[in-house]
């Protein structure tokens, strides 16, 4: 073999070497740092000094940040994560630098207002945040309708909500919905039906995926806890007749008070415990219900939503 | 007279597309703009926006950087290897020489941005399906990114023409900077008095204006781009062009080149 090729095998198989041994180096070092540190640290916290930084090229950096903290959100969430101690900062910095990216308002209002872990549960700064994308986008109705939807859900202001509504109307080209929500909070704040209206203009007005995936859950987990309501009524109108709960729901048929066997919005049918209790077949495949659930139901980390969605 | 910078500016156009390095930097932009689709799938509604955002920071930083590295050279690269001499020996006047070696530059780097430019429209057509008449806005930004590249290529040439390549890199890369903040100079310079603040307001009016010719934000978000602004960026950018190139003329006529 000539001296020149046995130089050049015994380099390739050092390179391949040297890189494997990198490699493997790399992933001990990923293990021997905590996550922690990798993760929670904002090593320039000042959007105005990261906005001079940028040299200009702003819009760049603001989608750099923002695609952080979408990353951020969605690792902690996924982790199940109680605390989200860098998304507000985060979407304060992205929204500085580029205070037209109007998805970092929306989703970032609702990253941060949900309650853990669906969210920050830290409901008052996203009201700062979407305040302060009003105040840069003044007739995007949109931040007006978040910002109404944050005080009636998360806050359970109705004065605030109507108030945002109100304001979201005047704009050109905003929504009808918003004038309707505006007037119909004073009489409905707080049931049901002012909610299902919400969830369903959310769902109209959208063409997001995951938006249109999350309000359609909504609406669902609303109708379910309804129609829990309504069975468990009819169970106690039984008992009071009767004298004793119902074996099964043939026997709330035979009474007249039922049609038939109630199903739920998945088409499972609704099951009538020996205690009087009504459940759902499936609780995980319904997120955020609240009534139909099995006693001490811890739901999944994260919401599960329906591909039809 | 025209006809001898149209040769020297084919001759510096030629020999500038003969250059690996400007091919590198041509295909990392190109690169940059198609990771552009990749780096939209990993975040939430911005796909459009990246692709022109960092399509575009893409297109005017590798155009600068071309600029920078192939205008300091255009100067000493030619007394290096006497080849000036053989130039300026035939009927070729000291001015032709560096508005030719300009206008050849100028040239190459328009070509560059079209390639650049076609690389983020290919990216813009994937991850929209189709053209909006609001991606004509891109346009203009380009416009703007090419005047900065002129500005920047008449700075090179100018700086070039006194000092050596290295330190006239870091001129042109330090005005560059500087300029990118001439908004917040004239601010600053706002705030001072006596004076200083005449000293701080020439400072500010001499460092050329790069703020004003990035809209790369504001076309992103399908803004329009007032005609006013066009015009006046123009104006400013072929005045400032004028006014480093008439200095590196001025210098490169006294130079003592023996």
């Not at chain 2, 189709?130 to 806005?137: E, K, P, S, T």
């Not at chain 2, 020439?202 to 076309?219: K, T």
């Not at chain 2, 123009?234 to 400032?240: E, H, K, M």
Request: hydrophobic letters at 50%.
């Amino acid at each position: 073999m000539k001296p020149s090729r046995t130089i050049t095998i015994f380099a390739g198989l050092l390179l391949a070497g040297c890189l494997l041994a990198s490699i493997l180096l790399q992933r001990r070092l990923d293990q021997e740092r905590s996550q922690a540190t990798l993760e929670e640290i904002l090593y320039v916290p000042s959007p105005k000094v990261l906005k001079r930084l940028s040299l200009g090229y702003d819009g760049l950096l603001a989608d750099i940040y923002w695609t952080r903290a979408v990353q951020y959100f969605g690792g902690k969430h996924h982790q199940g994560a109680q605390e989200y101690k860098l998304l507000a900062p985060l979407l304060e910095i992205t929204t500085e630098l580029d205070p037209q990216l109007m998805v970092a308002y929306e989703f970032g209002a609702n990253f941060l207002s949900a309650k853990p872990p669906n969210g920050a549960g830290d409901p008052q700064r996203a009201v700062e945040l979407v305040e302060y994308g009003i105040r840069q986008n003044p007739n995007e109705w949109r931040l007006y309708y978040n910002l109404g939807f944050i005080y009636y859900m998360e806050l359970h202001d109705y004065a605030g909500a109507a108030d945002a509504f109100a304001r979201g109307s005047k704009v050109p080209k905003a929504h009808p919905w918003l004038r309707i929500m505006a007037a119909q909070m004073a009489q409905h704040a707080g049931d049901a039906k002012m909610a299902r209206m919400m969830w369903t203009a959310t769902y109209e007005s959208s063409t997001d995926p995951s938006i249109r995936a999350n309000a359609a859950t909504h609406l669902r987990a609303l109708q379910v806890d309804e129609e829990v309501s309504a069975l468990e009524s009819i169970v106690a109108q039984y008992r009071q007749k009767a004298g004793h709960l119902p074996g099964g729901f043939p026997d709330l048929i035979a009474a007249g008070l039922l049609r038939g066997v109630p199903i739920d919005p998945l088409g499972h049918p609704y099951k009538l415990t020996p205690d009087g209790r009504v459940e759902v077949q499936s609780p995980d495949d319904l997120a955020f219900i609240t009534k139909g659930t099995p006693p001490g139901y811890v739901p999944p980390k994260v919401p599960k939503f329906l591909p039809s969605d | 007279m025209s006809g001898r910078i149209v040769h020297i500016a084919s001759n510096t156009f030629r020999e500038a597309v003969r250059d690996r390095v400007l091919y590198n930097l041509v295909a990392f932009a190109l690169l940059m703009s198609g990771a552009a689709v990749l780096v939209g799938q990993i975040s939430i509604g911005i796909e459009r926006l990246v692709v022109i955002n960092l399509g575009l920071t893409a297109v005017s930083l590798f155009g600068i950087v071309i600029a920078i590295f192939i205008g300091i050279g255009l100067v000493s690269k030619e007394i290096e290897k006497r080849t000036l001499y053989t130039v300026l020996s035939r009927p070729v006047r000291r001015w032709e020489f560096i508005v030719g070696k300009f206008c050849g530059l100028a040239g190459t780097l328009v070509v560059n941005t079209f390639f650049m430019a076609i690389g983020v429209f290919g990216a813009l057509l994937y991850v929209s399906h189709h053209f909006q008449r609001a991606d004509g806005w891109v346009l203009v930004a380009l416009y703007f990114i090419i005047l900065q590249f002129l500005i920047i290529t008449a700075l090179a040439l100018l700086f070039s023409s006194f000092s050596s390549p290295l330190l006239a890199a870091v001129f042109a890369f330090s005005l560059f900077i500087i300029g990118s903040f001439a908004e917040d100079l004239r601010g600053f310079a706002s705030m001072t008095s006596g004076v200083s603040r005449w000293l701080a307001f020439g400072a500010a009016y001499l460092v050329p204006n790069f703020s004003a010719l990035n809209v790369i934000s504001s076309v992103a978000h399908a803004q329009p781009v007032s005609a006013q602004l066009i015009a006046t960026n123009t104006g400013y950018a072929l005045v400032y062009v004028g006014m480093a190139l008439c200095g590196a003329v001025l210098i490169f006529e006294r130079r003592n080149l023996k």
